[in-house]
């Protein structure tokens, strides 16, 4: 069972969690930055798959609601992804995530060594999701080279 935040909030070794409200109900996803995703509702699992596609859908049934919730990938080379919470058809929340670059020019080539050989192995479709677990990998040495924004848009 993965212990679920109970706020939104991105880490190398947890991956990014959305956590959304309902009401009393909290709805949770989860993407590994592998293309792992999952959805909980109060802590319930209720939608999972893996998907290395530039959206996903999953869609769900709770107490007589029916939810749909989309991770899409906005821009690939900025790791910028949204997702969004409908129920019933009714958007009911959505964020952005995305990685704000700090560069220190003294790694530029560090950045792009690691940047061409990440592009050589991975597929491009999953680098959005890579990126944003790449960002600390790449800059762990130059502490605030990357952060990695979720923003709540309000609906």
């Keep these: 069972m993965k212990k679920i935040p109970l706020v939104s909030q991105f880490s190398f070794?947890?991956?990014?969690?959305?956590?959304?409200s309902d009401g009393n109900n909290k709805i949770a996803a989860h993407n590994s930055s592998l293309g792992q995703?999952?959805?909980f509702v109060n802590g319930k699992l209720v939608?999972?798959?893996?998907?290395?596609?530039?959206?996903?859908i999953h869609e769900f049934n709770f107490k007589g609601e029916s939810y749909t919730l989309t991770f899409s990938v906005i821009?690939?080379?900025?790791?910028?992804?949204?997702?969004?919470?409908?129920?019933?058809?009714?958007?009911?929340?959505?964020?952005?995530?995305?990685?704000?670059?700090n560069i220190n020019f003294k790694n530029i080539p560090f950045i792009l060594i690691f940047i061409l050989s990440f592009i050589?192995?991975?597929i491009p479709l999953v680098l959005p999701f890579m990126l944003i677990w790449a960002c600390?990998?790449?800059f762990d040495t130059t502490k605030k080279s990357v952060e990695v924004i979720i923003d709540k848009i309000d609906i």
């Design 75 to 101: 821009e690939i080379l900025t790791g910028k992804i949204e997702c969004s919470l409908t129920r019933n058809s009714v958007e009911i929340g959505r964020f952005l995530a995305y990685c704000k670059y």
């Design 37 to 39: 995703e999952s959805v």
């Design 13 to 20: 070794s947890e991956g990014l969690w959305l956590i959304f």
């Design 136 to 138: 600390f990998l790449i």
């Design 47 to 56: 939608s999972e798959n893996k998907t290395l596609t530039k959206k996903s």
């Design 120 to 122: 050589s192995v991975f």
